[in-house]
């Protein structure tokens, strides 16, 4: 199993990105996925997690951000508004998948650069 994040890049503050995460493989089913970010010098932080109907969000970003997911196309997505320097980091996306030999794994994908500045 892959995953594969993509969609980040240079916005303006005040602008939008939608980040994108596709899983590949022996997938049987997609437990949960989360975003999480890590800027320079700092630790990784869990931005927005979705598991089953239950959705949470990072305080810094609750009313901007929006996590969801196309169960179809195991793929999740992050929509990103109003975007503010402070938001300036590298995102990944991570999965707990059930693989087809009903195995239990954790995966993470490999990291996009989100940078917001004028």
């Known amino acids: 199993v892959q995953l594969q994040a993509f969609g980040g890049g240079l916005v303006q503050p005040g602008g939008s990105l939608r980040l994108s995460c596709a899983a590949s493989?022996?997938?049987?089913?997609?437990?949960?996925m989360g975003w999480y970010r890590q800027a320079p010098g700092k630790q990784r932080e869990l931005v927005a997690a979705?598991?089953?109907?239950?959705?949470n969000y990072a305080d810094s970003v609750k009313g901007r951000f929006t996590i969801s997911r196309d169960g179809a196309k195991n793929t999740g997505y992050l929509q990103m508004n109003s975007l503010k320097p402070e938001d300036t980091a590298v995102y990944y996306c991570?999965?707990?998948?059930?693989?087809?030999?009903?195995?239990?794994?954790?995966?993470w994908g490999q990291g996009t650069l989100v940078t917001v500045s004028s």
């Open positions: 991570k999965a707990v998948v059930v693989t087809a030999s009903k195995y239990e794994y954790q995966y």
């Open positions: 493989g022996s997938i049987f089913s997609i437990m949960s």
């Open positions: 979705i598991a089953g109907g239950i959705i």
